[in-house]
């Protein structure tokens, strides 16, 4: 729903009317341009009528509306969005040109570039400090060592920088296991044979030394698939084992998976031994994990 205020309504007022709306259980994005002042409703609005919204007295007019895209949608905010950056105007009929190279690959590069696009009349600088590529061997962007030289082009020039976050950026940190063969499983739990592998995995845990081998279970979830670690710890009795939280899916992009269950057997120097991208047995997991000469617990007594 879009509710217009008068212009000339007290402040007081339209805070108390808008109280009133979030008190109900709505969102509300209020935009105020020059002619107009919009309430857009996110939520459910059938419940809410318009006769009680036209009677309140900051209220000029109200209609319904199934637009999708209310944040960005015009006819809640009709006016141009402007965006300042650094004294650099984006939108609004403002022209805006921002360049730079794909990649942040060195300070000396990023730094000369940054000299020519301001010479060149550029606007921004842009550069790349995250590039997820298909394959795991590619070159994956310098990541916050990238934001701290485009930092550093910045304070070169003066001139405001811009880069790709694709989502809030998580990493899986291999460090304290240096010197262990390291096992790593990617799962969702809406995969039928990501959990066929559970008992055989389990089965891992139980059979190899501690001392040798470490096994990270990546349970990868992306906000449509519910986080159920709990519950597959407790089903497959799992609850002393190292799971990591792939939320935002970054961990799985990042190695290039095409599918799910997919599997990673590291050397104890962290280079990628084997790798597969199916379901395997516990014979072909026991079978690689010998071949590296991972000892058993059994080899211990």
């Given at each position: ?6 212009q ?6 339209v ?7 979030t008190?109900?259980g ?10 107009t002042?919009?309430?857009g409703?996110i ?5 809410l009528?318009?006769?009680?919204v036209?009677?309140?007295?900051v209220?000029k007019?109200c209609r319904?509306?199934?637009?999708p895209y ?11 969005t402007?965006?300042?950056?650094g004294?650099?105007k984006i939108?609004g009929?403002?022209f ?7 990649s942040?690959e ?12 301001q010479?060149a009349g550029?606007?921004?600088l842009?550069g790349g400090?995250?590039k997820p590529?298909t ?13 701290d ?7 070169a020039?003066g001139?405001?920088v811009?880069?790709?976050l694709?989502?809030?950026y ?5 460090s304290?296991y240096l ?10 739990e809406w ?10 995995i389990?089965a ?9 081998l470490a096994?990270l279970l990546v349970?990868?979830w992306d906000?449509e ?7 597959v710890?407790g089903k497959?009795?799992m609850e002393d084992m190292t799971f990591f939280?792939?939320e935002?899916m970054m961990?799985a992009?990042l190695v290039?998976l095409?599918g799910y269950?997919a599997?990673?057997f590291?050397?104890p120097?962290?280079?990628?031994e ?6 395997l047995?516990?014979?072909q997991?026991t079978?690689q994990l ?10 211990e007594?």
């Amino acid at each position: 729903m879009i509710i217009v205020l008068k212009q000339d309504a007290p402040e007081a007022q339209v805070q108390a009317f808008c109280r009133e709306l979030t008190g109900m259980g709505f969102e509300i994005n209020d935009s105020k341009g020059r002619d107009t002042h919009i309430l857009g409703l996110i939520g459910d609005t059938k419940s809410l009528s318009e006769s009680w919204v036209l009677a309140n007295p900051v209220v000029k007019t109200c209609r319904r509306v199934s637009e999708p895209y209310k944040k960005a949608n015009r006819e809640f905010h009709p006016d141009d969005t402007i965006v300042d950056v650094g004294g650099h105007k984006i939108g609004g009929g403002y022209f805006a040109v921002m360049a730079g190279p794909c990649s942040v690959e060195s300070e000396e590069q990023i730094t000369l570039v940054a000299r020519r696009v301001q010479a060149a009349g550029a606007s921004l600088l842009r550069g790349g400090a995250f590039k997820p590529r298909t394959s795991p061997y590619s070159f994956q962007g310098l990541r916050a060592e990238g934001l701290d030289l485009l930092a550093k082009a910045r304070e070169a020039t003066g001139q405001p920088v811009v880069t790709e976050l694709m989502n809030s950026y998580t990493e899986l940190d291999l460090s304290p296991y240096l010197g262990k063969t390291v096992f790593i499983n990617f799962f969702t739990e809406w995969c039928y044979y990501c959990m066929q592998e559970m008992p055989d995995i389990k089965a891992l845990y139980d059979t190899y030394s501690e001392d040798e081998l470490a096994i990270l279970l990546v349970h990868i979830w992306d906000g449509e698939t519910a986080d159920n670690t709990a519950s597959v710890k407790g089903k497959y009795g799992m609850e002393d084992m190292t799971f990591f939280e792939d939320e935002d899916m970054m961990v799985a992009s990042l190695v290039g998976l095409q599918g799910y269950p997919a599997s990673l057997f590291l050397n104890p120097d962290g280079t990628l031994e084997a790798a597969a991208n199916y379901m395997l047995t516990l014979e072909q997991m026991t079978g690689q994990l010998d071949a590296m000469g991972v000892a058993r617990k059994a080899a211990e007594e």
